[in-house]
């Protein structure tokens, strides 16, 4: 299969890059230094692109790649694939869904605590030697806190899980109510955050989901409420949260993603009450080689007209 | 920059006293505090309005002339337990003395036996620390397993831009948690694992019958089956130096150790050395041999989280202590039986 070309749109693993390359003919589009003179020259071999949370299959991409039959994504959100040209041109698309639910769910269960427990300024202040000086204040119990969940899907779900086993209430908000759980439905978001101590936006970015956490919400939350983002940074009104947060209007915050990564507004850097990551909800040994051989997987499936393992489209 | 309490914004007032104008404080039961912990400091205005307070640290009387001044009559003792020990000779000073009261969950601070002789009962603060520390450790574990701390300062230095890359974590479901003492906050930490897909077993003094987790008679034992050690027993002369190097060493190379119970449990030294030198594969420690102060190889680690004895003290943990202890010297003033007893037999 090596002379199958396949397009990498960013340095996402270095294994899944190590395989790629010695499996098909690896083009690497993110060290191509002109990128239209570049897709001008390799368009017709690329038959493949393996994309991720930060690049994808956009329109012109996809009409730029004639020959292009498969987009498997390193990730399980779609939101930079151009799904419904992919689904015109016939092109199949893979994510890798499951493998990363635990993982992004002790993620924003360690935001929680880490908001509001304080863990990482209070390591800090060991380091700084600034304990030598006198103790750290008194924090937030976690335990017991109302925990609302935009979203229950598996990643919903499976920190709603993790949410119980603290004796946390929990809520969510969805288009509609789910049918088989006994968690309290909401049917606003607005509604959903004047409800909860904490908010979690777990949800896939479409559309209709971009700022779904907008000032209302921010409101609805409050100066004591703590917004967690483990979703997609154009989930929230990011101007807004900055504004809430450096004027005390909302609580406190645990973020994982923001609407430019990597550039995180810096007014967030000096507050005590935010905890900032930079993207790294299913970044673990383990669940980035299963992402891996998965996106792999499907790509040795499709060329071996095999059955795909995770079909999108 | 250290941080000075202020009870103000803690938003507790009197809501304790029951209403009425305060009673001269002559007229109320004497409490001795010979040093205020956090707990006074916070609550000093809920004290005051409820008892005579003998405040020795407030005299410039040194401590015994103190005592025989003014503590003769004294009943009742409210003690923190960083500096202040309660030894038979302090007894000796106090023949009035029937009641020990801790503002904290540990009382290996206080002469049990010297107590059971003198006939003087010991009251701590109950199950209310227990499930802000059980939390608190597993805060503590996901930040060393996924660097929460060390990727929070990458990104607020500016690195992501610039850099791109932070390195990988670990992934905790399927991970084997080994618990040191199933206790109060053993028992909790181990509930809130489970709903993590941990493999969770333990070592404690005795089996516990009603745990559904698989016992392993010592400590070197379950280190052998852990991926993740955690401490969350007391501090006796038995657990003193518990973890050593051949706990170390059974943990291995990929393990993790998390410390929530006390500094001296571990051997300190041996473990700063085992994470200078990668035979283990990180730490988490909230407690430390000679707080406060923190060995400095420690600080250039990414792969350790330092937090500065924060386990248990959140508002709410506060507030609930406040009242376990209000609790504990009404029932004694009132001749009831305490609230939360501390056995002084062993």
Not at chain 2, 204 to 233: E, G, M, N, W
Request: one cysteine or more; hydrophobic letters at 45%.
């Amino acid at each position: 299969m090596d002379a199958i070309g396949v397009l990498m749109m960013g340095p996402m693993n270095s294994y899944l890059e190590q395989e790629l390359d010695k499996r098909f003919k690896l083009f690497r589009y993110w060290t191509q230094p002109n990128q239209t003179e570049f897709l001008a020259q390799h368009a017709d071999s690329i038959r493949a692109m393996v994309g991720s949370s930060g690049a994808g299959a956009s329109a012109d991409l996809i009409d730029a790649l004639p020959k292009l039959e498969i987009v498997s994504s390193f990730s399980v959100g779609l939101d930079k694939i151009d799904l419904d040209r992919c689904k015109e041109k016939g092109v199949r698309v893979t994510n890798t869904p499951d493998v990363l639910t635990d993982d992004v769910a002790d993620l924003a269960i360690g935001l929680m605590l880490a908001v509001l427990r304080r863990i990482c300024q209070c390591d800090k202040y060991v380091r700084s030697g600034a304990w030598k000086l006198g103790d750290f204040r008194l924090t937030t119990k976690f335990s017991g806190k109302r925990v609302g969940i935009i979203g229950l899907g598996r990643i919903g779900l499976a920190i709603a899980e993790r949410a119980e086993a603290f004796d946390c209430p929990i809520s969510y908000y969805r288009r509609s109510k789910k049918a088989d759980t006994n968690y309290t439905y909401y049917g606003s978001v607005v509604e959903l955050a004047s409800n909860s101590d904490i908010l979690v936006v777990a949800c896939a970015l479409t559309p209709e989901t971009t700022h779904i956490v907008n000032r209302e919400v921010l409101d609805a939350l409050g100066p004591k409420g703590v917004l967690i983002n483990i979703g997609r940074g154009p989930h929230v009104d990011e101007p807004e949260l900055v504004s809430a947060l450096v004027e005390g209007r909302l609580g406190g915050a645990g973020l994982d993603v923001f609407e430019k990564e990597p550039k995180v507004p810096e007014q967030l850097f000096g507050l005590e009450n935010v905890v900032l990551l930079p993207h790294v909800a299913s970044a673990t040994e383990e669940t980035r080689k299963v992402m891996a051989d998965l996106v792999l997987g499907n790509l040795e499936a499709h060329f071996s007209s095999k059955a795909l393992l995770t079909p999108v489209v | 920059m250290g941080q000075e309490i202020n009870p103000q914004t803690n938003g507790f007032h009197h809501h304790l006293n029951g209403g009425g104008p305060p009673l001269p404080a002559a007229d109320l039961p004497e409490l001795l505090v010979l040093r205020p912990g956090l707990l006074y400091k916070v609550f000093e205005q809920e004290f005051l309005a409820k008892f005579n307070v003998l405040k020795a640290f407030e005299s410039p009387l040194p401590l015994d002339k103190f005592l025989l001044a003014h503590a003769q009559s004294a009943r009742a003792i409210l003690c923190e337990a960083i500096v202040t020990r309660i030894t038979a000779d302090l007894l000796l000073q106090l023949p009035a003395l029937e009641l020990v009261v801790a503002d904290g969950t540990g009382v290996n601070h206080i002469d049990l036996a010297a107590c059971r002789r003198r006939g003087i009962a010991v009251a701590n603060t109950g199950d209310v620390f227990s499930e802000d520390t059980a939390d608190y450790g597993v805060g503590l574990l996901i930040a060393v397993l996924r660097r929460l701390s060390r990727a929070d300062a990458f990104v607020r230095r500016g690195s992501w831009p610039v850099l791109g890359e932070f390195p990988l974590g670990l992934k905790l479901r399927g991970k084997r948690v080994g618990i040191v003492g199933l206790g109060n906050i053993g028992t909790k930490l181990a509930k809130r694992l489970e709903a993590f897909g941990c493999k969770v077993s333990y070592n404690s003094r005795t089996k516990k019958q009603s745990a559904r987790y698989d016992f392993h008679p010592t400590v070197v034992d379950l280190a052998l089956h852990s991926d993740i050690l955690i401490i969350c027993c007391s501090l006796t002369e038995k657990t003193r130096h518990l973890i050593n190097d051949d706990v170390l060493n059974a943990l291995g190379m990929s393990g993790i150790l998390v410390n929530i119970g006390r500094g001296p449990i571990v051997d300190e030294k041996t473990l700063v050395s085992y994470l200078v030198e990668g035979k283990i594969a990180g730490a988490a420690m909230d407690v430390y041999e000679n707080e406060p102060n923190v060995p400095s190889k420690l600080f250039g680690l990414d792969n350790v989280v330092l937090s500065p004895h924060r386990g248990a003290f959140t508002e709410e943990a506060f507030g609930d202590a406040l009242k376990i202890v209000m609790g504990n010297l009404d029932a004694f003033f009132s001749n009831s039986p305490l609230l939360t007893p501390v056995s002084t037999n062993e």
